[in-house]
């Protein structure tokens, strides 16, 4: 009997629901040798919310120390050089795009032909990048303040805040402090625009005595 259409959307969800559909891409020809003076560009695109995972299964581009004749490049959407000029026969480490698309280029000459390459890629939930903490400008001085405990020397303090940006994903939280604070003079502080700086008066320690004048004698 023949499976209806429920049936097969019934086993998919049984025995498929977490398998990632893989897709592939394949030089011209491949398995057999890939033609001369070939300038091919795949593009692949996923959803959004998603990046690129991309592996080689097969990989035999003639060889060259700066792969100056045959050559593949994967670049992502962004410019990002994810993969620059590679050939020979090594297959490189898995790739994971940064954005939701990349192309890869392939590149051949008039001469030396092999196998090409064959690839696989999937669709990869995204992951958040880090974002390292950034300060903002300093605020100016506040107003001098001792909590008017009426001895202690005044200050005035001036704050930044992590938040431009803020950290996120992970990323590194801001170097360095986030309050400064500076000693007021006395002289220069005025009663009235600073309430919070209180100095009660006290008498510094007795001078030696001087000498005596003639009327001692």
């Known amino acids: 009997s023949t499976l209806s259409n429920a049936d097969v959307s019934i086993l998919k969800k049984m025995y498929c629901a977490d398998r990632l559909e893989s897709k592939v891409?394949?030089?011209?020809?491949?398995?057999?040798?890939?033609?001369?003076?070939e300038d091919k560009e795949y593009t692949?695109?996923?959803?959004?919310?998603?990046v690129i995972?991309?592996?080689f299964t097969a990989?035999?581009?003639?060889?060259h120390a700066e792969c100056a004749y045959d050559w593949i490049q994967v670049v992502d959407a962004d410019g990002t050089m994810l993969l620059d000029k590679t050939c020979g026969?090594?297959?490189?480490?898995?790739?994971?795009?940064?954005?939701?698309?990349?192309?890869?280029?392939?590149?051949?000459?008039s001469s030396e032909?092999?196998?090409?390459?064959?690839?696989?890629?999937?669709?990869?939930a995204s992951v958040p990048t880090p974002v390292a903490g950034g300060w903002s400008e300093w605020s100016g001085f506040s107003t001098c303040s001792n909590l008017k405990d009426g001895k202690s020397v005044c200050k005035k303090k001036k704050v930044r805040y992590c938040n431009n940006p803020a950290a996120l994903?992970?990323?590194?939280?801001?170097?360095g402090e986030s309050e400064m604070y500076e000693d007021c003079v006395p002289a220069w502080t005025d009663p009235a625009k600073n309430p919070d700086c209180v100095l009660h008066g006290g008498w510094s320690v007795w001078s030696a005595a001087s000498t005596c004048s003639a009327s001692c004698a």
């Open 169 to 175: 994903h992970g990323g590194a939280p801001c170097a």
């Open 44 to 50: 692949i695109s996923v959803d959004d919310g998603n």
């Open 53 to 55: 995972g991309l592996w």
């Open 25 to 37: 891409i394949m030089s011209p020809n491949h398995p057999a040798n890939y033609p001369d003076n």
């Open 113 to 124: 032909n092999f196998a090409g390459f064959r690839a696989e890629y999937e669709q990869v």
């Open 89 to 109: 026969s090594t297959k490189p480490a898995r790739i994971t795009s940064k954005t939701k698309s990349l192309t890869i280029k392939f590149h051949t000459d």
């Open 59 to 63: 990989f035999m581009i003639e060889a």
